[in-house]
């Protein structure tokens, strides 16, 4: 897993420190106990433009487990969370048409609260699957991120869409914490693995179209305006980069064409490769790291056949879907899938 510092050291948002304090405050401890080893307050955390430096996080995440005694406090990070808590990105999401709609802005603003974190939405078959990458590598911290993460989707799920029975697979790319059977038994209707390739969240896709519950086309624009400019004001230099691997990455092809992109972001295919190329970048390498991206989860999924997936991504056929995953990754799709962590 590769570290990206940029990333990392822009920390985490303060409020999610007054997020751990909810769930500290359970066992009797109040903001004092938590904060002061670390010369913070809730005063400060509720800054919204305020951000704990990540080396800072994962120790207040230590202190927050040698306080409770708890070997995962992750579950009830998740349990805890509610949309609103992101600000503008939860507004925009829970006023949303639909789970796709609420999912796709999901994508594009996530990097705005969280910005060690990407999310990548994908559909195959019956099933729709969202991955985490984490460019965290400390410990516990990235863990229990992750452990929160996962199930705080279950739980904002629930609580946007008003569906209280829905089912899916969840994978995490560590081993089982102690004591987290406990957890996993609340949520019968889902299977939790452990040691896997990916962090990935799986369902039915018939999910994605549920409604949401207070879906409200104005001021879900209003709230995406406002993040908008959130995301002009960080000066990213790669927008257009961004913007044709979200399109890639959220539409049901994964090999749209170029000509189709660019209809999409209004522009000539002519303006969108010169574009691309000021970035530093090219229509055919962001294809092709949506491709191996996409084709690396379902390799991890084994009832997924290779013509199946060679299928999905767009390949005539098995031999030349090989040929390109060995030269993403230097080996073959069935090596790969043997052994992902060679």
């Known amino acids: 897993m590769k570290t990206n510092a940029t990333r990392q050291d822009q920390g985490i948002p ?5 997020l751990l304090l909810d769930v500290v405050s359970r066992w009797g401890y109040n903001d004092q106990t938590l904060f002061s080893p670390f010369d913070l307050n809730s005063e400060q955390l509720a800054d919204p433009d305020y951000r704990i ?3 800072v996080a994962n120790q207040l995440i230590q202190h927050a487990l040698r306080l409770t005694g708890e070997p995962t406090l992750g579950y009830h990070l998740g349990n805890q969370m509610r949309i609103s808590i992101h600000g503008f990105i939860g507004y925009a999401i829970m006023t949303a048409e639909n789970i796709t709609d609420a999912l796709i802005l999901a994508n594009r603003f996530i990097q705005l609260r969280l910005p060690f974190l990407q999310l990548f939405f994908s559909t195959f078959g ?3 699957t969202i991955q ?15 452990i929160a993460l996962m199930f705080g989707l279950v739980s904002m799920g629930k609580a ?4 209280d029975d829905a089912s899916g697979e969840i994978d995490f790319d560590f081993p089982q ?4 059977e406990r957890f996993m038994a609340k949520y019968p209707n889902h299977t939790f693995r452990f040691d896997q390739p ?4 799986s369902f039915n896709k018939n999910y994605l179209s549920n409604k949401l519950v207070n879906a409200d086309p104005i001021a879900s624009q209003i709230a995406i305006n ?10 990213e230099r790669h927008r257009i980069a961004m913007r044709v691997r979200d399109i890639l990455t959220n539409s049901e092809q994964h090999y749209l064409s170029i000509e189709a992109v660019a209809e999409r972001l209004f522009m000539s295919d002519r303006t969108l490769k010169r574009q691309l190329a000021a970035e530093g970048t090219s229509f055919s390498t962001l294809v092709d790291e949506v491709r191996y991206r996409h084709a690396t989860s379902l390799l991890s999924r084994t009832d997924f056949t290779l013509e199946q997936i060679a299928d999905e991504l767009g390949y005539s056929d098995v031999a030349n879907f090989s040929r390109a995953f060995k030269r993403w990754s230097g080996r073959s799709p069935s090596n790969w899938r043997k052994d992902p962590y060679l």
């Open 53 to 55: 430096p990540t080396p």
């Open 198 to 201: 990916h962090l990935l969240l």
């Open 177 to 180: 914490p102690e004591g987290f």
């Open 226 to 235: 406002q993040c908008e400019a959130e995301l002009s004001a960080l000066g």
């Open 160 to 163: 946007i869409t008003g569906v």
């Open 126 to 128: 019956n099933k729709a």
């Open 14 to 18: 303060g409020v999610y420190g007054l």
């Open 132 to 146: 985490l990458q984490t460019d965290i590598e400390l410990e516990p911290i990235r863990s229990e991120i992750s």
